[in-house]
């Protein structure tokens, strides 16, 4: 299984974008790139999967680049509600179990 | 629709005894996972069933922990002779199609559990 690693925490203001960077060296031809939201006292939430080049949803957009070794979680014009941890996850085969620390995001007034 | 729910959402026990946690995955959903958060910590993958498959119980801590799952639904996680480091929030999570990559995981509210 892939390891992944991302930043322990991070903070921004209100109105930023934040972008939240993920390496994941060993990641194999057949693995996806997931992303989750958790908020204190709940379980984790999808945000945003993807393979190769750029997806985007209604939350978040998400940029992998050609060697698919790290991904970039792109939050638009933060707000409060914002402030969670956010984990990258490299699901392998149906095994997308190995949850690392996560990134946690402080969003400021 | 209803998602995945857990209970209890709270559980303190003494040291030594036995608990039991249950999951009620979504409907459909054929794999269902366990996983253990402490407090401000990640994940901890737990064990995972999918369909009629021997679960994969490679994460489980001990041989005190244990889980089952009746039906192809319901999921118990039974811990016995509990232990203060046992202490932490139990989360559950389903997902349809096990053997698709890309699928993903719908979590429960957990179940948190302290040991005294």
């Known amino acids: 299984l892939a390891k992944t690693t991302q930043p322990i925490s991070m903070d921004s203001y209100e109105g930023q974008e934040v972008n939240i960077t993920c390496s994941h060296n060993?990641?194999?031809?057949?693995?996806?790139i997931t992303w989750y939201q958790q908020f204190p006292s709940q379980g984790p939430r999808f945000i945003i999967q993807?393979?190769?080049t750029k997806v985007t949803n209604e939350v978040a957009s998400l940029f992998i680049p050609a060697d698919r070794k790290s991904s970039t979680l792109s939050l638009p014009r933060v707000s409060l509600s914002d402030t969670a941890v956010y984990y990258c996850?490299?699901?392998?085969?149906?095994?997308?179990?190995?949850f690392g620390p996560g990134t946690r995001l402080s969003v400021l007034p | 629709g209803a998602g995945v729910s857990q209970s209890p959402s709270n559980k303190v026990t003494e040291k030594g005894k036995d608990v039991e946690l249950r999951c009620d995955p979504i409907?459909?959903?054929?794999?269902l996972y366990w996983y253990r958060q402490s407090l401000g910590q990640g994940l901890e993958f737990l064990i995972y069933?999918?369909?009629?498959?021997?679960?994969?119980k490679s994460g489980l801590p001990s041989d005190r922990f244990s889980a089952e799952r009746t039906g192809g639904s319901v999921s118990t996680l039974t811990i016995q002779r509990t232990q203060q480091e046992d202490s932490a929030v139990y989360l559950c999570?389903?997902?349809?199609?096990?053997?698709?990559?890309?699928?993903?995981?719908?979590f429960g509210p957990g179940t948190r559990l302290l040991v005294l």
């Open positions: 409907s459909g959903h054929t794999a």
């Open positions: 999570a389903s997902s349809f199609l096990s053997l698709a990559v890309q699928e993903t995981q719908y």
């Open positions: 993807g393979y190769k």
């Open positions: 060993n990641i194999a031809t057949n693995d996806y």
């Open positions: 069933f999918q369909g009629n498959s021997a679960p994969d």
């Open positions: 996850l490299v699901t392998s085969g149906g095994q997308n179990f190995v």
